[in-house]
Structure formats: C-alpha cells, structure tokens
C-alpha cells in the first residue's frame, strides 16, 4: 500500500546505531517510506545504505560533506513524497510497533494538532529552557508518561511528526541556528503561532544518545558546544521573547505540579 508518512533521517557514520534504529522499525503497523541524508560518512554507512537490506522505499541523499543536521533534515523533507513527514533520530529504537499510527492519529481529525512527538516540555523559561519537572517523554528507561497524550510547550526533535503541507507553510527548519541546536523548539514555536497545538504521544521508545551528535560537533570541545548551545538559545529567544515565558499546563495542573516538586521524596 501506498505510504502516508515519509520518515526522514539524517546520519553521519554511527551505522550500528542506524542499524538497530532500523532494525526496530520492522514491525511498524503502518507503511511507510524513507528518506535518508548521509553527511558524508566514512564508516560504512555509504555501503549499507546501497545495499538497503530492507523491504522499504528509499530515497537516499548523500552530501560529500557534513552539513550538519538541520540542513540535513531540510534536505530529507523536500525529497519526501508523502503527506505526513516524521523526522526521526537515528539514535533511537522503537519498542512499540504501533507507534507511528500513534503519531498519525494524534494529527487526525479536527483537534487543532499541528505538531507531534515522543518527547517534549510543557513549560519554557523566558531564557528559552525547559523547566525539568514539566517533561514528558515515553522513554523505556522512565519515568514515563502515564497519559495516552499530552500537550506540550515544545516537542523535542528525537521524533517530530507533521504534515508536509505545514512544513512548506513554514519554510521548514531555520537553518540559522546552525549545526544542530534550537531548531525543535523553534519549529514547536512556529507550528503554535499558526494556532496548533504540539503534543507527545504514549509510545514507548530507546534513545542511545550521541548517534546524531557524532558528526564534526561532536567532536567539539564541551566549552564549544555549550557556547553553541547558548547561540541557540538567544536566537530563539531573540525570535519568541514575545512568547516566553509559555506554559500550556491548566492552572490546576500547575498547582499540582508545583505540590508535587515540594512533596519530601520518599525514601528508597
């Protein structure tokens, strides 16, 4: 059958991550097709992709160079055919098959979601961070969500899922935050300024850390890194001030929230 979802993802070298990542996609309940971006990588990766041992349509994308992700990812959606694009972090493992008809059915109907994913924050500091204890993720390793779906502030760009039609819409991602960080939150924030909501679905997920960082800014000294980190931060907050702080938890919820910070953890 024809696919909906055009998955998207960029890579650079790290192919035992890709591999896996892919490897836990086999039984997804739906179809989809896939988009690769290589960043030049040195590792194998070229040749594996070639060889595609997969049951999946593939379109690949190799640059000669690293470009880093978000150009990457620009580069993925414009070669995606379907009307739904999912960006998907190589580091991760789904543990869930039906997890894309969860991200699917979340923009469905007509409840005002525009943006959806796996891991998000429902509140942003006027700095631009997100405040710790109001995250929400799936993850294996938890504490994970209890509710099917929540809505968030920002989703995290580990998984983001939307329409193509939105995202031509929004000229895609701001390639002015450079390599690597801000451009989730910023998408997060354009997707709402059309009057959308961003929410995370309950759809239990790995993340190994570091398989899309591996690239030229991951061999980066953690003074440089940081110092980029903080480049993003006051881009987007030079481009949302008007919209931070953001909050999209209930006054009940906040209060609830806030009592359950300053309950004395138990002892374990």
Same mark, same amino acid.
């Given at each position: 059958?024809?696919?909906?979802?055009?998955?998207?993802?960029?890579?650079?070298?790290q192919l035992p991550l890709t591999r896996a990542c892919l490897e836990s996609l086999r039984p997804t309940?739906?179809?989809?097709?896939?988009?690769?971006?290589?960043?030049?990588?040195?590792?194998?990766?070229?040749?594996?992709?070639?060889?595609?041992?997969?049951?999946?349509?593939?379109?690949?994308?190799?640059?000669?160079?690293?470009?880093?992700?978000?150009?990457?990812?620009?580069?993925?959606?414009?070669?995606?055919? *379907?009307?739904?694009?999912?960006?998907?972090?190589?580091?991760?493992?789904?543990? &869930?098959?039906?997890?894309?008809?969860?991200?699917?059915?979340?923009?469905?109907?007509?409840? $005002?979601?525009?943006?959806?994913?796996?891991?998000? @924050?429902?509140?942003?500091?006027? &700095?631009?961070?997100?405040?710790?204890?109001?995250?929400?993720?799936?993850?294996?390793? $938890? +504490?994970?969500?209890?509710?099917?779906?929540?809505?968030?502030? #920002?989703?995290?760009?580990?998984?983001?899922?939307?329409?193509? *039609?939105?995202? %031509?819409?929004?000229? $895609?991602? &701001? %390639?002015?935050?450079?390599?690597?960080?801000?451009?989730?939150?910023?998408? *997060?924030f354009a997707v709402r300024e059309t009057g959308r909501r961003c929410v995370v679905v309950n759809a239990?997920? #790995?993340?190994?850390?570091?398989?899309?960082? !591996? *690239?030229?800014? !991951? %061999?980066? +000294?953690?003074? &440089?890194?940081? !110092?980029?980190?903080?480049? @993003?931060?006051?881009?987007?907050?030079?481009?949302?001030?008007?919209?931070?702080?953001?909050?999209?938890?209930?006054?009940?919820?906040?209060?609830?929230?806030?009592?359950?910070?300053?309950?004395?953890? !138990?002892?374990?």
């Open positions: 059958p024809m696919s909906r979802v055009s998955l998207v993802m960029a890579v650079f070298n309940t739906i179809p989809f097709d896939l988009v690769v971006v290589d960043n030049g990588s040195t590792d194998g990766t070229a040749e594996f992709l070639r060889a595609f041992p997969y049951p999946i349509p593939l379109r690949l994308q190799r640059n000669g160079e690293n470009l880093g992700l978000i150009r990457a990812l620009n580069q993925g959606w414009r070669l995606a055919g *379907s009307e739904l694009v999912c960006f998907l972090h190589n580091d991760t493992e789904m543990r &869930d098959p039906r997890w894309l008809e969860r991200l699917v059915a979340a923009l469905e109907g007509d409840r $005002g979601v525009g943006l959806v994913g796996l891991y998000g @924050a429902r509140r942003v500091r006027r &700095d631009g961070r997100y405040v710790g204890r109001t995250i929400v993720h799936c993850l294996v390793d $938890g +504490p994970a969500m209890r509710e099917p779906e929540v809505e968030v502030a #920002v989703v995290d760009g580990v998984c983001l899922c939307l329409k193509r *039609s939105l995202l %031509e819409q929004l000229g $895609g991602f &701001d %390639e002015g935050y450079g390599f690597f960080h801000g451009y989730d939150r910023d998408l *997060s239990p997920f #790995v993340h190994r850390g570091g398989g899309t960082r !591996a *690239s030229s800014a !991951a %061999e980066l +000294p953690l003074a &440089d890194d940081l !110092a980029r980190r903080q480049e @993003a931060l006051a881009r987007f907050v030079g481009k949302w001030g008007h919209r931070l702080p953001s909050d999209v938890r209930r006054p009940a919820e906040r209060v609830r929230d806030w009592l359950t910070s300053r309950a004395p953890r !138990a002892a374990l």
